[in-house]
């Protein structure tokens, strides 16, 4: 079945609803008119439930089928927040929100969600309970985890759950997924050294911290090079570094941060283990002291074989078998959807955005012309795994 003929007819809704979430982009938890505005369309569509406040401003839509015989419910997630980078797309409709953008797409994730919420309210031609998540705080704050925690899965009695992401640089309205590992697990770091500041023309004087920095910076890449079989995934980046504040100062103080992507849990296990030998090693040959901070975040994104298998299907009836690829690499970015995957099984896949540019830059802009093909989804997936016999 190609794209569903209803959503065509209004496609231009689904664009205003999404250009008008990107003039107005909020962070995190703080997504109140976002929340807002999504209830409110939510209820005009005669959904049988609205809930807000799941997982401080989460909200979810309850629209039951014509039958419900198989006593299914099946779970659909788009997140709602920003991020904070200033937009360079010169659009009509750029962000109002003067250093905070949409340059995600969560606006097209959820605009495309609430134009399903629209067509199953009004067709309900399923077996079962379709329950659409609207989440916040995807970019850092584990809003998926804060819903899970709220009673998500329990109060609404999901059995399955699923998630769509947009990726510039793969054909518009293409699909890609894999079973198993598909995003990384994100860690962060960071390491306070202490040493013997003093005058730089006596470092003799001294236990130079940057020194020391310097010499952690470069080790810690000997993790991936060394420490990890060059077949398993793994990436170390550090990416701040602050040491000192004038010239001729020999700083007593010094920070280095960064983040950690692995896609297997013994090679998260492996990573950290090596990077706190480092930093002890390094502190103890150059006389300061080191403490590493390793706080572990989302977890690895995994998807289940049987519903992944079902999600290419039903992209495949959309899009076309051969627009849709089923074993794509994985990919060393994160996503909190993973706390859902964990909680439920379900898969998450990825819809191409065109020749667009990068996720998180400030040029990036959701592209419209996919509306259709991600509602589309949406709405088969329910009814094909949810059929009326």
């Known amino acids: 079945m190609p794209i569903v003929n209803r959503f065509a007819e209004f496609q231009d809704d689904i664009a205003a609803w999404r250009q008008d979430f990107h003039r107005h982009p909020e962070l995190l938890y703080d997504v109140h008119r976002t929340a807002g505005v999504v209830a409110e369309r939510l209820a005009s569509f005669g959904v049988d439930e609205v809930a807000t406040g799941i997982g401080r401003t989460g909200v979810v839509a309850v629209i039951r089928g014509r039958k419900n015989a198989s006593g299914k419910v099946i779970g659909l997630r788009a997140d709602m927040d920003a991020?904070?980078?200033?937009?360079?797309?010169g659009k009509e409709y750029a962000s109002v929100n003067p250093g905070v953008m949409h340059a995600c797409g969560h606006d097209g994730h959820t605009a495309m969600l609430l134009g399903a919420a629209r067509y199953l309210a009004e067709t309900r031609n399923f077996d079962g309970t379709a329950v659409l998540i609207f989440q916040p705080a995807e970019e850092g704050g584990a809003g998926g985890k804060a819903m899970i925690d709220d009673g998500l899965m329990e109060r609404f009695r999901i059995g399955e759950v699923f998630g769509m992401h947009n990726m510039p640089g793969m054909p518009a309205g293409a699909f890609g997924l894999r079973p198993g590992p598909l995003l990384a697990a994100t860690d962060e770091f960071t390491i306070?050294?202490?040493?013997?500041?003093?005058?730089?023309?006596?470092?003799h004087r001294t236990a130079d911290t940057l020194l020391a920095a310097a010499a952690m910076v470069g080790a810690l890449q000997t993790i991936v090079s060394r420490a990890v079989d060059p077949l398993e995934a793994a990436v170390v980046s550090v990416t701040k570094m602050h040491v000192g504040e004038t010239t001729n100062v020999i700083a007593e103080r010094g920070t280095i941060a960064g983040t950690a992507r692995t896609l297997k849990p013994e090679i998260r296990d492996l990573v950290e283990r090596r990077m706190g030998e480092i930093v002890a090693?390094?502190?103890a040959a150059h006389g300061v002291e080191a403490h590493l901070?390793?706080?572990?975040?989302?977890?690895?994104?995994?998807?289940?074989?049987e519903q992944t298998a079902l999600a290419a299907a039903v992209a495949g009836e959309i899009s076309g078998p051969d627009r849709v690829a089923t074993d794509i690499a994985p990919i060393m970015g994160g996503e909190d959807f993973a706390y859902m995957l964990e909680a439920r099984p379900g898969a998450f896949i990825f819809i191409g955005n065109g020749d667009t540019a990068g996720l998180h830059s400030p040029g990036y802009d959701f592209n419209d012309a996919i509306v259709p093909v991600g509602c589309s989804y949406w709405a088969r997936l329910v009814e094909t795994a949810m059929p009326v016999v």
């Open 83 to 89: 991020l904070p980078i200033t937009e360079s797309t």
């Open 192 to 203: 306070e050294i202490v040493g013997r500041g003093g005058h730089a023309a006596l470092p």
């Open 281 to 283: 090693g390094i502190a």
């Open 293 to 305: 901070g390793y706080r572990r975040s989302y977890p690895v994104t995994r998807n289940h074989p």
